[in-house]
Each structure stands twice: as C-alpha cells, then as structure tokens.
C-alpha cells in the first residue's frame, strides 16, 4: 500500500464532521488503500475501536483473493 502519500493528501483536507471522516476512512480500508492503523489515525482513534466500528458496520478486515485463499487460511488456523 501506497500509505504516506494518500494519508498526507488526505490529513490536509479532512472532513469537520466525525461521520464524514468515519465514512472516507472506512472507504479507503475496503478499496485497499490505507491500513486499518492508518484509517484509525485518520479517525483519531485506536486501531482496537476502528476494528469494532468497522464489525458493527458488517464490514471484515480480512482481504482474500480467492475462496482457495481462505479456506488455506482456515485450515492453518
């Protein structure tokens, strides 16, 4: 991931209210962009909570490519 340079455009130019700023971090985590601990600094918050908020919005932090993928995780677990 291309952090640095996406989290600086983005740290300039932050939405005021908290639930904007909540929905951009939560759209860069699910295209790829920015780390979950990115997304959190972006947030103001910990990594812990941006991980809560992100269930309770029924969205998973893990990223496969395939269901092969998974299932090879799953077994090793």
């Known amino acids: 991931m291309a952090e640095t340079g996406l989290i600086d ?11 904007d700023l909540k929905k951009m971090a939560v759209e860069q985590f699910t295209s790829h962009h920015v780390s979950i601990g990115k997304c959190a ?3 103001g918050t910990t990594e812990e909570d941006f991980i809560k908020y ?5 969205i998973s932090v ?3 490519d395939s269901r092969e993928e998974f299932e090879v995780e799953l077994e090793n677990a």
């Open 41 to 43: 600094q972006m947030v």
């Open 54 to 58: 992100l269930g309770q919005k029924g």
């Open 62 to 64: 893990f990223h496969y």
């Open 9 to 19: 455009s983005y740290m300039e130019n932050l939405p005021e209210n908290d639930d």
